[in-house]
């Protein structure tokens, strides 16, 4: 007889690689210091939201560990 493992029980992944954090982590610091610009008109960043989404664009584009675009 098999019995099946509830969520709570299963091993979890990372979802995103270290060093994908690390990269959020960068770009959050360059929003702090206001560095940070975004696109092609280069506005100056200052949501928090932003500067995360920027930095996991940056991590997918070097081909880190990070969950696709919904």
Request: without cysteine; glycine residues 8%.
């Amino acid at each position: 007889m098999t019995t099946k493992k509830s969520t709570a029980q299963k091993a979890s992944k990372r979802k995103y690689s270290k060093s994908a954090g690390k990269s959020v982590e960068t770009e959050m610091k360059a929003r702090k210091e206001g560095k940070l610009r975004s696109g092609k008109s280069g506005k100056k960043v200052t949501s928090k939201k932003q500067a995360i989404a920027i930095g996991l664009s940056k991590a997918r584009k070097a081909g880190k560990k990070v969950p696709k675009k919904k």
